[in-house]
Structures are given as structure tokens and as C-alpha cells.
T-cell receptor, first 114, second 115 residues
Framework: DQQVKQNSPSLSVQEGRISILNCDYT??????FLWYKKYPAEGPTFLIS?????DKNEDGRFTVFLNKSAKHLSLHIVPSQPGDSAVYFC?????????????FGKGTHLIIQP | DTGVSQNPRHKITKRGQNVTFRCDPI?????LYWYRQTLGQGPEFLTY????????KSRLLSDRFSAERPKGSFSTLEIQRTEQGDSAMYLC?????????????FGEGSWLTVV
């Protein structure tokens, strides 16, 4: 049962344009959401996060939007750069108890074309 | 501080052999996690420690897997009687006691290939 879903395995975007990566979740107990970026043969690198009490968080070129009612979040990258080509994982967390470990989606492979 | 360190980075082993991976977390991080990632999947939670106490194990962690963190610093993950299905990247991560949204930092992973 996939609690965090990234329905697009890959996404191709032209350099300089906006990249939008989507993520849906099913567990309403999740209260924190994170995006990680991963290059081949490396571990995931933290990118940006958002609390469930917010609907937007921005950090430079990266903005995450959260729609709690739809159980949907998205990561916007503007403008997209060649170095952004990587696999992006959406992850969710329930901080109220238990493992507090992250539940990950399967990832979206972002390809930035020159 | 060089971040979360894992070794070996790559391990090829014959089915039935035992393997051990080591993780050195970011110093002063009292939480340490193990995840497993297979091709086409996101990382899957295996277990975590707070200091030396192992507080939770996923049902993915069969009895052939054992993890320790004896002094609350580094951790080892041992897989006994390896099977081909154990082939994956094993990721270690660490964090401070998790404030809401506290960031979990990952190491570069240890690749296991069981032949």
C-alpha cells in the first residue's frame, strides 16, 4: 500500500523553464513533507520541506506547495538548470509518535534539456 | 564534520554468506536510521535507533537482519545467509531528536550485490 505516490516516473523540461513535480499522499496523519534529490550512486540529499500548517515554502529557486484537502504537494523549480537533472523523492513524516522515519514515494526522474 | 559515512560502498557476495555494513552518523546526531532502496523504488524504512536503543523495526527487517548501535555512535547492519533478494542499496541516515520537520541526512549508501 503506497502511502506516498509520485505518479510520474520521469519528466523532461527545457532549461530555463519551470519544472513541476507532483506528489500525493493517503495518510492524513502525515504532518511534515520533504523533498530529496538523488544523483546516481549517491544517497538522497535534503532539498526543502513544509509543515502541514503551511501551504507554501520557498527557498531560492525551489518552492513547495501543499494542498492538505487534496492530500497533494508539488515542487516547483524555477528556472530549471542542467544540474537539476536527478531523481526527486517526495517523503512524508508523522511526528506524533512511532518511528518518525520517512515514507518515500518512488521518485520522479527529472531531465533538464539544454 | 563530513556528514554520514558508510562503508563499504560496494559489496559483492555469494548467496548464503554473511555481510556487515557500517555507518558513522553526523556527530551529535542521536538518531540513526537504516533504509533500503531497490531499483525503481524509493528508500524503505528498516529500523532506527535513538542513542543505543533500537526503537522500531520494520516488518521488512527479517530475522536474518540485525542492527546494532552499541555506544550510541556508529551502527552496523548485518545480513546473515544472504539471498539474491537482498541485493539493494542500504542507506544510513541520522538526525537530531526529531523536531517536527527535523531534517534526516543520508549517507551515500552501501551497494550490496548477492550472486
Amino acid at each position: 500500500d503506497q502511502q506516498v505516490k509520485q505518479n510520474s516516473p520521469s519528466l523532461s523540461v527545457q532549461e530555463g523553464r519551470i519544472s513541476i513535480l507532483n506528489c500525493d499522499y493517503t495518510n492524513s496523519m502525515f504532518d511534515y513533507f520533504l523533498w530529496y534529490k538523488k544523483y546516481p550512486a549517491e544517497g538522497p540529499t535534503f532539498l526543502i520541506s513544509i509543515s502541514s500548517i503551511k501551504d507554501k515554502n520557498e527557498d531560492g529557486r525551489f518552492t513547495v506547495f501543499l494542498n492538505k484537502s487534496a492530500k497533494h504537494l508539488s515542487l516547483h523549480i524555477v528556472p530549471s538548470q542542467p544540474g537539476d537533472s536527478a531523481v526527486y523523492f517526495c517523503a512524508a513524516q508523522y511526528s506524533g509518535g512511532g518511528a518518525d522515519g520517512l515514507t518515500f514515494g518512488k521518485g520522479t526522474h527529472l531531465i533538464i534539456q539544454p | 564534520d563530513t556528514g554520514v559515512s558508510q562503508n563499504p560502498r560496494h559489496k559483492i557476495t555469494k548467496r548464503g554468506q554473511n555481510v556487515t555494513f557500517r555507518c558513522d552518523p553526523i556527530s551529535e546526531h542521536n538518531r540513526l536510521y537504516w533504509y533500503r532502496q531497490t531499483l525503481g523504488q524509493g528508500p524503505e524504512f528498516l529500523t532506527y535507533f535513538q542513542n543505543e536503543a533500537q526503537l522500531e523495526k520494520s516488518r521488512l527487517l527479517s530475522d536474518r537482519f540485525s542492527a546494532e548501535r552499541p555506544k550510541g555512535s556508529f551502527s552496523t547492519l548485518e545480513i546473515q545467509r544472504t539471498e539474491q533478494g537482498d541485493s539493494a542499496m542500504y542507506l544510513c541516515a541520522s538526525s537530531l531528536v526529531l523536531m517536527p520537520g527535523g531534517t534526516i541526512y543520508f549517507g551515500e549508501g552501501s551497494w550490496l550485490t548477492v550472486v
